[in-house]
């Protein structure tokens, strides 16, 4: 365990040496949830509607509350992404140059997820930043309780560790593809969108919700968010939360599978 | 004058040629990048017909329009992703590693080749279904009827909001030189770019000014689309050649000066 809390230390400062990332995270997520804000102010204003229909609940979500929604939604979005990481190890497998891990005591699995928290953990401190003022702002509409952080926290672990798996089993297709960024850039770009990054899952038709239940994206960015908004009480989820660590399980089996598979055929091409 | 052009225009064939054989090497790579277009474009589509679900207009924009919209952005993104979007941020690499030195020793201008060295050759495809898609929904707009001005000024419209979105990439890329390494240029650049990917109506008439001008956003894909779904509005399209000048002009401008500053770090 040491060795793994070891690289997670390295990374973690190194994230601290290039705090520009952080500033320009900053600035997305102000931009984007701007950019938001318009789209959804004159949707409000055209009608004038006082409230939206929201899947989940019963009075619908008023601007604000909408708002608030989408800014947590971005946040969340963004602490789960990863493009540093898995280039990174698409790269290392298309030049031969995971040897290194091969022939140590080390779990490239567990390597990267340390490589994913310690490289993704400058926007930690700065999110939680922005989240307090948030918080501040809108004092009713995030956190009520005790339990929606607890909850929140929980399921955002969750969230991430099912993110950094599906990464991990993408970045192995490169053992039989070689070059497969572009299957990464294509799932970043999908996600935006289908994650509810950009819009309330919530809002979507509901053929499209009822496909989604069946995978694990409504875990990573909508149930968070709907914890730490109080859409959805903890303590109704439970089911819920077993259901996220059913595919934690399933996610980390499929990443052993293929990664195992993937290195039979790896030949350290470049090497 | 013409020989010049001439000349740039055989290296940047030679530049096509070399990048497409480059591209053949990973077969599934090519694929799984006009598979990319797809999902960013299905993506987008999928956003605003969300969005129509709660409101018929945007602005100016009706969901036929915002179609029109979305697809003239697709073959902008596209056509500037073909020409230009695989060198830009190349430009903090070469000069963070001094291998900007091997191309400020050719006899060739070292904007033009950092600019066009690599071409995405998988763009192609999509340009062409794209173009294909378009004029069938423009004609379908205008009842029908297929109006060879509006396309007359569509075209010019198109690269020159291309060179504006190239200038604000490459002026944000250019920024290594005084930064020595900024690996964010790219995200940087992408957030500034997403104001041009929804229509200029749902902005606030005074953040629409600025997209017009200063932060001219609105001109990469709004201006070419409403003269599609509209007609031409001679008074934007000349405002929009003058800012893409002006702008190439300060691209121009921030590289020389930037080349001062070089100072061939690992050489």
Redesign the interface.
Known sequence: MYKYLSILRINWIQALE?R??AY?GL??II??LF?EY??W???FD??N?AT?VIEGSTDGYNFNQLIVFIFLSIIVGQLKSSWMTSSQMIVEIRQGLINKYLIRPISYFWYNFMMFIGVNSIYYIVYTLLLLLFIFIYPDMLFQNNFSIIGFFITLIISIYISYCIYFIMACFAFW???????V??YN??M???SGQ??PIR???KEVLNILQWTPIPYLVDFPVSIATGLVLITNSIDKIILSLFWCVVLTALSKIIYNFGIRQYEAYGQ | MKHMVNRYFKVWLAFFRNTLSRDME?K??FI??I??DF??Y???F??FK??F???D???DFNQDAVIIFLVTMYIADSLYVFLLGGNVFNINNNIKSGDLDFILLKPINSQFFISCRYVNTHTLISILILSVLLIKLTYSYHDNSFLIINYIFFIPSLIFGMFIFYSFEFIIASLSFW?RN???AG??AG??I??SR?PDS???KW?RNILFTIFPMAMICSVPSRILIFGVNIKLFFLQIFISILFLWITTLIWRRGLLRYESASS
Do not use: C, D, H
Request: proline share 1%.
């Open positions: 290039y520009g990332n320009i600035f997305a931009s984007g950019i318009q789209i102010s004159l949707i055209s009608k509607m939206i593809f070689g070059e497969v960024r572009s299957i850039v294509a770009l999908g935006l969108m289908i950009y819009m809002l979507f038709p | 990973y599934t790579n799984f990048e598979f990319i999902i960013y299905g993506s987008l999928f956003f969300v969005i679900q709660f409101i207009q945007l602005g930064f900024f690996s964010y995200w940087l957030e500034l997403k104001y929804r749902i902005y606030k953040f």
